[in-house]
């Protein structure tokens, strides 16, 4: 599996060819070419009022804030852009909002990719009313 971002000679961040900082000075257009089909497909159609008010609180709040008080959303479809970076985001997971990190290797995926929504299960002993081969638990 190939990754489309990499680190310069520098140690320094590139997606596409573009550092972070080129990136985060491009419009949103310009942006969207970049990334991957379903993301540039959605972005290019149109964003929903929501997004676009995820977007407008995004450019309102800096790095420090969000430490400390995250941006809750529910929007788990929405694609991980370079205004993104650095930002704390609560994603909602269906159960409760999880904290979210953004770094610049998030750039081209969806917020949700990053916030589990099951829980791996643990099973207990049989209960009341199961068959009796199934009452059978293994000595530990």
């Known amino acids: 599996m190939s990754t489309d971002y990499q680190t310069g000679r520098e140690g320094e961040f590139t997606y ?13 257009d310009e942006v969207a070419e ?7 497909r959605s972005i290019t159609r ?7 008010k995820l977007l407008e609180k995004v450019e309102g709040r800096g790095e ?7 941006i809750r959303t529910h929007l788990r479809d929405m694609p991980v852009l370079p205004s993104f970076v650095g ?21 081209g995926h969806y ?12 099973h207990g002993q049989a209960g009341i009313g199961a068959t009796r081969s199934s009452k059978f638990v293994p000595l530990k």
Not at 46 to 52: A, D, H, R
Not at 95 to 104: D, I
Request: no cysteine; glycine share 6%.
């Open 16 to 28: 596409r060819g573009y550092t972070l900082d080129e990136l985060q000075e491009m419009e949103l």
């Open 34 to 40: 970049l990334l991957p089909a379903r993301k540039r």
């Open 46 to 52: 149109g964003l929903s009022t929501e997004k676009q």
């Open 64 to 70: 420090e804030e969000t430490a400390n008080n995250p």
């Open 87 to 107: 930002l704390t985001f609560a994603v909602y997971d269906g159960h409760e909002f999880e904290r979210v990190e953004v770094a610049p290797e998030m750039l």
């Open 111 to 122: 917020l949700g990719e990053f916030v589990l929504t099951r829980t791996s299960v643990e």
